[in-house]
Structures are given as structure tokens and as C-alpha cells.
């Protein structure tokens, strides 16, 4: 079965400071992958998707993401990270069905 | 483009009520989707529908809940009788084209609370 597979649930970086947020995939088909961001009390937005093409993909807020084939990996990075980021992070990845499959999601804390 | 609309924003109800949660598609998408997410469970898919048929409701819990989509517009989600151990936050979510190749816009989401 597909899954999405986030390397911890919460993560902790400094205001400025860069952020990484791991997310690992397995699929047996070439993957469509996204990274959601939920802010208190919203529901998720769409922060980048892969599709085809470049493997290096530039969301919103100065986010990016890099798909790694060799690694099975999608991780979301951020040079410098800000107050305003602080939120809880998904990975998901087109499945089989024809939905999403979302990891179980990373909470993102910055401190001043 | 007004987003995914989802009514009520809270819902605070009694055990063994009926609850109905409301939602709105973007207008032309032709997938929608319900969502649950609990602290302990994450998120979770219950059903999903492709042009107003449900396709995948293998994560509806049991019998209590039911979905319908009658028009290409509006999905309700009911739960019948309620229980405390539904209480979490009730998302829907629409897309256009193959949702694993587009994505989904998900609404504000409902929270509800069974005591």
C-alpha cells in the first residue's frame, strides 16, 4: 500500500534559522507529491506540488521542495525561517485511488 | 472564487443527536471530499465522491454516518446518533481533474463537539 512518511512530529528552529521538514514516499508509480501547510484553527492550503518536470518545485512564502527519486524523498526546506511559519506541515502523495495520501503531519514551532 | 464553503464553522451538540455538517465545492470541480482530524488520529478520509457518485467510502466508521451528494454544488455529512468520540474537526475538500495529479482545496472545516 502508499504511504507518506513525515521524519518527525514536531520540529523546533530559531527565527531565522533554516527549516527542514522531512517526508519520505512510497510508491511502486511515478509519484504526484504536495506539501500542505494548516494554520490554527484553518483548514489546509496548498503550499507546492510536484508533478513532472523540474524536480526543484517553489511554493509560497519562500518555501521549496526537492524530489529525489534515488531517495524516495520530497523534503520541504526554508533559508530562513520567520515567526509567521509556525503551523503544522503536510506531505502527501497522489494515490492509486485517485486521492491523496497525507502523512501525519509535522507542527512547526519558531522561536524568537 | 469563493472556496470550499462549509457550514456551520462549530457545532456543539448532545450525544445521541443528529448532526448535519454542510459543504459547498468550488463550482466546476468535480471531486469532493470529507475529511475527520483528531489529535490522536490525524486526518482521515471518510468518503469521497466523483461527479456526485460516491466512489471510496471504505473510512466512513460505521452505520452512523452517512453522506449524499445531490447536486454538483452541496455534500452533506450526518451523523446519526452522535456519540462524545466524534467530536473533531470535519473537513471537505474538492478538486478538478484527477485529484492526485491537481490537489485538493479544502474548506475552514467544522468543528464539532459531542458531550
Known amino acids: 500500500a502508499q504511504s507518506v512518511t513525515q521524519l518527525g512530529s514536531h520540529v523546533s528552529v530559531s527565527e531565522g534559522a533554516l527549516v527542514l521538514l522531512r517526508c519520505n514516499y512510497s510508491?511502486?508509480?511515478?509519484?504526484?507529491l504536495f506539501w500542505y501547510v494548516q494554520y490554527p484553527n484553518q483548514g489546509l492550503q496548498l503550499l507546492l506540488k510536484y508533478t513532472t518536470g523540474a524536480t526543484l518545485v517553489k511554493g509560497i512564502n519562500g518555501f521549496e521542495a526537492e524530489f529525489k527519486k534515488s531517495e524516495t524523498s520530497f523534503h520541504l526546506t526554508k533559508p530562513s525561517a520567520h515567526m509567521s511559519d509556525a503551523a503544522e506541515y503536510f506531505c502527501?502523495?497522489?494515490?492509486?485511488?485517485?486521492?491523496?495520501?497525507f502523512g501525519k503531519g509535522t507542527k512547526l514551532s519558531v522561536k524568537p | 472564487d469563493a472556496g470550499v464553503i462549509q457550514s456551520p464553522r462549530h457545532e456543539v451538540t448532545e450525544m445521541g443527536q443528529e448532526v448535519t455538517l454542510r459543504c459547498k465545492p468550488i463550482s466546476g470541480h468535480d471531486y469532493l471530499f470529507w475529511y475527520r482530524q483528531t489529535m490522536m488520529r490525524g486526518l482521515e478520509l471518510l468518503i469521497y465522491?466523483?461527479?456526485?457518485?460516491?466512489?471510496?467510502d471504505s473510512g466512513m466508521p460505521e452505520d452512523r454516518f452517512s453522506a449524499k451528494m445531490p447536486n454538483a454544488s452541496f455534500s452533506t455529512l450526518k451523523i446519526q446518533p452522535s456519540e462524545p468520540r466524534d467530536s473533531a474537526v470535519y473537513f471537505c475538500?474538492?478538486?478538478?481533474?484527477?485529484?492526485?495529479?491537481?490537489?485538493?482545496?479544502f474548506g475552514s472545516g467544522t468543528r464539532l463537539t459531542v458531550v
Open positions: 465522491f466523483n461527479n456526485n457518485v460516491p466512489i471510496d
Open positions: 475538500a474538492s478538486s478538478t481533474g484527477p485529484p492526485r495529479v491537481s490537489g485538493y482545496t
Open positions: 510508491s511502486s508509480v511515478p509519484p504526484y
Open positions: 502527501a502523495a497522489g494515490g492509486s485511488q485517485g486521492n491523496l495520501i
